[in-house]
């Protein structure tokens, strides 16, 4: 998997484009960069006996495309609060797209077993063709000479893309 700092590197990304020069509340940002560690929930499953490979294991059901479409729902109905009515529609559609980039990022990865976008539908995992971002540690595993090495892998392939698109957020308000 990405590191779950990276996920959120990301999302910043998706929402500074979405938002523009736009002052955006705090809970704006705070929920699209909760939203897109979320899919990593999964990981405790582990605790409770259930797989990686298993429907609601690792990269499963919580990075599936269904997964994302609900909660991205339920994230923006919660925010109507801080949004006009009218935002509703785009506001789910970042933060659906928010948590797809979790499992899209993912499928980039050089590990694991790939990803279940299709999930409950459709079982079989993902990886995309090319994958240059290395697999992080998981645990404390991450606080490592190869976590380290995750990290600038990632500064290159997530951090260096997502300013540009952060920027082109900005230029294109």
Known sequence: MATILSHGVAAVALGRLYAGREKQPAAFWITIIGLSMLPD???LGFRFGIHYADLWGHRGMTHSL?????????AAWCMKRFI???DFF???LLFSLVIISHGLLD???NGGLGVAFFAPFH?????FPWRPIRVSPMGAAFFSARGWL???NEMVW???PSAAVFLLGLLLA
């Open 84 to 86: 006009s009515p009218g």
């Open 66 to 74: 269904l997964f994302a479409v609900i909660v991205g729902t339920l």
């Open 158 to 160: 997530i951090w260096l």
């Open 123 to 127: 079982a079989q995992r993902y990886f």
């Open 150 to 152: 995750v990290l600038k």
């Open 107 to 109: 499928a980039l990865t």
């Open 41 to 43: 929930v999964d990981v």
């Open 90 to 92: 785009p506001l789910t």
